[in-house]
């Protein structure tokens, strides 16, 4: 700007300047006595208020993410929008427009344009009263701030007074700032930066040359011409900027011709309110900040926010959707969805769900594992079993009723039994399982006045969305803990040596068999590491998952804890998951290598320690139970198309029992197998069968079926 590089001097009072404008207002007030207006000169400036102090001008609290970029703008006490701005941040060409159009002389004169004040005085005594005010944008400014009418002569020598009093005090930018921020334009709007997210819907930094023509008019009138109100109001007066800059020769008669077709807008747009529970907390936590930076990513947000609403409003249920993104780097938080969308009564949209706390499912057994891991009690190949086990009274079942026998570590995790999680829980303590929780930074809650328990390993504690997500992150970051933050609060000084949650070993064998997880429909296998889990009584369905960068948390359910029948971690939460990495980025960051220590090998070349998970009380974790034929049920037809000579196999499933198994068919041996707990059998002809099975403690069990 011309003119603008006495930017910070501060200029001493002028005597001669106000004797220039006691001449004006003899001039102005006709029959008014000289003597009078010096009076009345003397008694305003002495109630002058000061310049204002920048740093305590009341404006709206502006939220922004970690790059600037607003997020949710808070009114003022007073229910004003009014949001801070600095004169970069708006279009040059709008600054152009504006100084042409309502004080061409800015740069120079010193508050008071005293050619255009004789104009106005002479006019004055002429018609008898104000045809035009000759203010200044420094008078303008004078006037914001005091908020006091100006058309009598009382309040026009007041405003020039106060004009001086800025002049002397503050640089030609931090006046231009403060008429950007309390310009009015309709309403409850005020500023530059207000008006345009109001009227346009985007910061002022980049305005059309039409846009930047209705901005400049609607201060001079904002109740008459606001286009929300009166568009042909606003169209006319925008339409005389722009004849006015034609003439000025701030803009072609073309450019003012083409800006002329340019639509008013004719309703005011909602301000931006993205990550609103958390930019809320921001807000509640620095109450006198005027603009507070969360580590949100804008983009990243809206996006995330869109396919929480959309697959929320696809599940139905009144279910709710929560969303955590962090980057495992440095724990910034990156996105946060607490809810389905903030005005949606039906959910209980204004509850965050990202700080609830619920039972977690299934989704803390990768960390049960890998503490067995890193013990040396299990490798990913080791075996284990999965048979009905009882703990004192507690007896935990598979999800689907079923059990597998003797499984891998690696397909007891990927299929997500209960059984062997609880028995390695047991072995490895719950206590140290709570105590792992918590060097991840997770808090978790468990009922008063209790110990752990083994409960814990399938969702018997209470723990957040950000618990989950910061327990996963350390998992992806190869067992070293990192503190979320997103902007809200101080986030703790970070320890010399924080203890790890893993060590890089048992991390990476963790990551390595959740990468095996099946995927949902719309996922791609070995994209990322993930669990699912679902809570007791169907309450909650969670996704955890990582890559090499970035960990995502999902949530889904009813806020008031109701249960949901049927919903799944799998099926309400993990297309979430994966939809929300495919919003991340087009390609996934691999998974960490392998550390040093690493032992790749079957569970034929595993050390003989490995090769058989065992639990250090074996007695305590066994119950005896018999072999029982799972498939076919005794007394049914099963139909195997042997009529019309294209017969199938015969399955035959067995549940419970101690590997290997003999099967039989009328006594007759059909098949033995060393671990599987089925095998196939191809009948000669139809008629009655009876099944036989004997496990390796000479148990047996029996069906009589018909085959046809």
């Known amino acids: 700007m011309n003119g603008t590089d006495d930017k910070t001097r501060p200029r001493r009072f002028r005597a001669p300047g106000l004797l220039t404008a006691a001449a004006v207002v003899v001039a102005w007030g006709g029959l008014m006595a000289g003597a009078y207006g010096f009076a009345v000169l003397r008694d305003v400036r002495e109630t002058v208020p000061p310049a204002p102090a920048f740093a305590l001008m009341p404006v709206s609290t502006a939220v922004v993410d970690k790059d600037g970029r607003l997020l949710r703008p808070f009114t003022t006490d007073g229910g004003r929008w009014r949001l801070p701005v600095t004169i970069s941040e708006v279009d040059r060409h709008f600054i152009d427009m504006l100084l042409a159009y309502e004080d061409k002389n800015f740069s120079s004169h010193r508050g008071i344009e005293w050619s255009s004040m004789l104009r106005a005085a002479v006019q004055y005594a002429g018609a008898g009263h104000i045809v035009s005010g000759g203010s200044t944008l420094t008078m303008q400014v004078a006037r914001l701030l005091e908020r006091e009418p ?420 799998i099926q309400a939460a993990a297309p979430i998951l994966f939809e929300s990495f495919d919003r991340l980025a087009k390609t996934t960051v691999p998974l960490r290598e392998a550390p040093r220590g690493t032992i790749f090998a079957s569970n034929a070349d595993l050390p003989a320690p490995l090769k058989r998970f065992r639990h250090p009380d074996e007695q305590k974790v066994k119950r005896d139970a018999a072999p029982e034929i799972a498939y076919p049920e005794d007394g049914v037809d099963v139909d195997l198309g042997i009529a019309s000579g294209e017969a199938a196999p015969l399955i035959v499933k067995v549940r419970n029992g101690v590997p290997p198994f003999t099967f039989f068919a009328d006594g007759a041996p059909i098949g033995r197998s060393a671990f599987a707990r089925q095998e196939s059998w191809l009948p000669q002809g139809p008629g009655f069968v009876t099944l036989s099975v004997v496990d390796a403690e000479g148990r047996s069990d029996s069906v009589k079926v018909f085959l046809d």
């Open 150 to 569: 100006t058309r009598n002569l009382a309040g026009k020598l007041r405003q020039m007074v106060h004009a001086d009093a800025l002049e002397q005090t503050l640089s030609k930018d931090e006046i231009l700032t403060l008429y950007l921020t309390l310009a009015p334009y309709g309403g409850n709007i005020e500023g530059i930066r207000a008006a345009s997210l109001a009227y346009f819907g985007k910061e002022p930094a980049r305005l059309t040359t039409a846009e930047s023509a209705l901005l400049v008019a609607l201060p001079q009138s904002p109740e008459a011409r606001r286009p929300d109100r009166d568009p042909k109001a606003a169209l006319a007066a925008r339409d005389r900027v722009l004849d006015r800059m034609v003439a000025e020769g701030v803009i072609s008669a073309e450019e003012g011709e083409v800006s002329k077709l340019e639509p008013i807008p004719k309703a005011r747009r909602d301000f931006p309110m993205y990550a609103a529970h958390l930019a809320e907390a921001a807000v509640k936590a620095r109450p006198n900040t005027r603009e507070i930076e969360l580590t949100i990513d804008r983009q990243l947000q809206a996006a995330l926010e869109k396919l929480g609403a959309d697959r929320a409003a696809q599940l139905r249920n009144r279910l709710s959707v929560a969303i955590v993104v962090a980057d495992q780097a440095t724990g910034n938080v990156l996105a946060s969805v607490g809810s389905a969308g903030l005005f949606n009564a039906e959910s209980d949209g204004y509850v965050d769900m990202t700080e609830a706390v619920r039972s977690p499912g299934s989704t803390l057994k990768p960390l049960i594992y890998g503490l067995a891991f890193e013990l040396g009690m299990a490798h990913p190949e080791s075996l284990i079993e999965d048979r009905p086990t009882a703990f004192n009274g507690y007896v935990p079942v598979n999800f689907d009723g079923f059990n597998r026998g003797t499984v891998t570590i690696r397909q007891a995790l990927t299929e997500s039994l209960n059984i062997p999680a609880i028995v390695v829980l047991d072995a490895v303590g719950p206590a140290r399982l709570v105590a792992r929780m918590k060097r991840a930074h997770a808090n978790p809650l468990l009922p008063v006045d209790t110990a752990p328990s083994l409960a814990v390993g399938l969702g018997g504690v209470g723990v957040t969305l950000r618990d989950l997500v910061s327990i996963y992150a350390a998992i992806g970051r190869g067992g070293s803990p990192v503190v979320l933050q997103d902007g809200v609060k101080t986030p703790p000084a970070a320890e010399a040596t924080p203890a790890p949650v893993l060590d890089p070993v048992a991390a990476w064998y963790v990551a390595n068999i959740l990468a095996d997880v099946p995927p949902p429909l719309n996922g791609s296998p070995g994209r990322i590491a993930y669990k699912t889990g679902t809570s007791y009584g169907y309450r909650d369905a969670w996704a955890i998952g990582f890559d090499g960068k970035t960990v995502v948390g999902v949530w889904v359910g009813r806020p008031d804890n109701s249960a949901v029948p049927g919903i799944t971690g």
